[in-house]
T-cell receptor, first 118, second 113 residues
Framework: GAVVSQHPSWVICKSGTSVKIECRSL??????MFWYRQFPKQSLMLMAT?????????EQGVEKDKFLINHASLTLSTLTVTSAHPEDSSFYIC??????????????FGPGTRLTVL | QKEVEQDPGPLSVPEGAIVSLNCTYS??????FMWYRQYSRKGPELLMY????GNKEDGRFTAQVDKSSKYISLFIRDSQPSDSATYLC?????????????FGTGTQLKVEL
């Protein structure tokens, strides 16, 4: 159990276009989802936290108008990179927290989406 | 200063060796400590988590936390080539939807035949 999927797994786009990445919890309801960014050989940097039905909370330095996050249901969150530029090229990973677990609400990570902007 | 510090490696060991991976942290408010394994181009996978100080064992893996010295360790016994991956330590202040994970940079481990 506790599977998180991401789609697409990789995407190549032209500079100036927008890209949407989906994150789904397949067998549990995710009260909270997180979006991370990871550069090569670096750690995960939290971009934003989203709760179902409310606005996402962005970390300092993350442009909310560039990285649009929607958490429309308890199993789906989307990240849209608007007007993407080459510096947005990165590995984007989502995680979901299973709020039903009584003892420790661990985060389950998706497999990641590799974005390359030409 | 980063809240969670981790030597990036790479660390190379022969098959069967005992591996010791370590992190230090600076925030006294951290109560939960996790170890994740990440294979190349994949998302992190939770290996173990520990609450407060103490040891926790799961098969070949042992996690240790010493809150007095703010030191986190992961030991891997009888290491296998399949253990080759990046190991990320992480810490969290508490439970609840808003609590965030703070990651170390990850240590790249290679177990050689």
């Amino acid at each position: 159990g506790a599977v998180v999927s991401q789609h697409p797994s990789w995407v190549i786009c032209k500079s100036g276009t927008s890209v949407k990445i989906e994150c789904r919890s397949l067998d549990f309801q995710a009260t909270t989802m997180f979006w991370y960014r990871q550069f090569p050989k670096q750690s995960l940097m939290l971009m934003a936290t989203s709760n179902e039905g409310s606005k996402a909370t962005y970390e300092q330095g993350v442009e909310k108008d560039k990285f649009l996050i929607n958490h429309a249901s308890l199993t789906l969150s989307t990240l849209t990179v608007t007007s993407a530029h080459p510096e947005d090229s990165s590995f984007y990973i989502c995680s979901a927290r299973d709020g039903s677990r009584p003892t420790f609400d661990t985060q389950y990570f998706g497999p990641g989406t590799r974005l390359t902007v030409l | 200063q980063k809240e969670v510090e981790q030597d990036p490696g790479p660390l190379s060991v022969p098959e069967g060796a005992i591996v010791s991976l370590n992190c230090t942290y600076s925030n006294s408010a951290f109560q939960y400590f996790m170890w994740y394994r990440q294979y190349s181009r994949k998302g992190p996978e939770l290996l173990m988590y520990t609450y407060s100080s103490g040891n926790k064992e799961d098969g070949r893996f042992t996690a240790q936390v010493d809150k007095s010295s703010k030191y986190i360790s992961l030991f891997i016994r009888d290491s296998q080539p399949s253990d080759s991956a990046t190991y990320l330590c992480a810490a969290q202040r508490g439970t609840g939807g808003g609590n965030k994970l703070t990651f170390g940079t990850g240590t790249q481990l290679k177990v050689e035949l």
